[in-house]
């Protein structure tokens, strides 16, 4: 026996200000539409309608964490909060380009930048600092977790951390958009905003989610 399951109908996406539950535009197209493919129109419609830089961020499910939603976001000076979609088969981590086996900092696939302690035995990963971004250079900047919580760590005396940070801050554009969104996922903001958007922000949602299938 086959059974043979069908959908059919259409999605309404909605572009939402969450505080005032105001619809600020609207895409209605068939279910093969993916979330993310509507954003341009979208975005658009809803900029039309409110005064300019009003979109501070934009909220989405992990189906619109692509390359080219990123792209838009970026020139449209929104912050992303879009949760990152696992791709990585066999890496866990990697290293910043430029960076080779001396360096002790490296990244994950959500773009969480991490540092080693390398002295202790066995090795210690700690989770950096962030401490805001540099518009001007597109930067995201870190600092050492044990200079910025004040606790010693052993390496202190060899590490090259903080010089390297200094010198060589992740730049978005150049390695990553949507790995280095301007504000990282591993910080309290992003959380709070993913449960509940920042004023100002939006939220996109098909009719699959608000309405049920059309």
Known sequence: MTKVVEWFG?????????????????????????????????????????PDDRI?????DKAADTNE????????????????RSLWKE?????LPGHD????????????????DRVSQPMVRHQM?????????????YRCPAKHEGWECPMSARCATREVLRQDRPR??????????ELPRATKKF????????VGGARERSAENLLGRG
Not at 129 to 141: F, H, L, S, T
Not at 172 to 179: G, K, M, V
């Open 191 to 198: 959380e709070q905003l993913v449960q509940r958007p920042h």
């Open 91 to 95: 890496e866990h981590e990697r290293m």
């Open 56 to 60: 501070q961020t934009l909220a989405y």
């Open 10 to 50: 259409y999605k309404l996406h909605l572009l939402v200000d969450v505080k005032h539950e105001v619809a600020l535009a609207y895409e209605v197209t068939d279910t093969k539409a993916g979330d993310g493919e509507t954003l341009p129109a979208l975005l658009t419609q809803a900029q039309a309608n409110l």
């Open 172 to 181: 978005a554009r150049e390695i990553d958009l949507r790995r280095f969104p």
């Open 129 to 141: 600092a962030y401490i805001g971004y540099e518009p001007d250079r597109e930067a995201i900047k």
């Open 101 to 116: 086996g001396n360096s002790n900092i490296v990244y994950d696939e959500a773009g969480t930048l991490y540092c080693y």
């Open 69 to 84: 939603v990123h792209a838009v976001l970026s020139a449209a000076k929104i912050k992303p909060v879009i949760q990152n």
